[in-house]
């Protein structure tokens, strides 16, 4: 994956957590398609709506604080968003979303966070951590991945990725 291509849902809030991600009513849902259903419902209940295949969200710091549910970084992919960008993220919701190749957890600098709005679209190329917005023709920094981070997300996952290493 060089490159990825999509439309921004902007929600300018520091501190989204788990259970805004995907409320604790619906983690009884084994099907990731209902799941995704209810993505983002307590702050947005049209959003599952919204959302196309290959979409960003972007985000306020502290992306997915709160209890470590891996159904939310399911519930997102599910709808079709590929990487969420934020000045920083909780560290359990980032790995899960790394270890389980659902999504790119993308840190971005804050003042970045202010040049980026609602239905933008951006393209991000992760072999030079860079941000390019399609809509305001301006460029901007990403944070590289640690060098394991960037093998798992090459991979597609932890999984992957370890089967990868015992093969190779």
Not at 34 to 47: I, S, T
Not at 95 to 122: H, M, S, V, W
Not at 144 to 151: C, D, E, R, T
């Amino acid at each position: 994956m060089n490159s990825i291509k999509g439309r921004v849902h902007k929600y300018d809030i520091s501190n989204i957590d788990t259970d805004v991600i995907i409320p604790g009513p619906y983690l009884k849902i084994h099907d990731p398609k209902e799941l995704a259903k209810h993505a983002m419902e307590g702050l947005d209940p049209e959003f599952p709506q919204k959302v196309s295949e290959g979409d960003f969200m972007v985000c306020g710091s502290n992306f997915g604080c709160g209890s470590s549910r891996e159904h939310a970084p399911i519930a997102l992919s599910q709808l079709g968003i590929k990487a969420i960008l934020a000045p920083s993220f909780a560290r359990i919701f980032y790995r899960n979303a790394i270890d389980g190749g659902y999504l790119l957890p993308i840190e971005i600098e804050q003042q970045t966070l202010g040049r980026i709005f609602d239905k933008d679209e951006l393209e991000v190329d992760l072999n030079q951590n860079k941000i390019v917005n399609l809509t305001r023709a301006e460029s901007y920094v990403m944070m590289p991945f640690p060098k394991l981070v960037a093998k798992i997300v090459e991979a597609g996952g932890l999984i992957y990725y370890r089967n990868a290493e015992e093969e190779g």
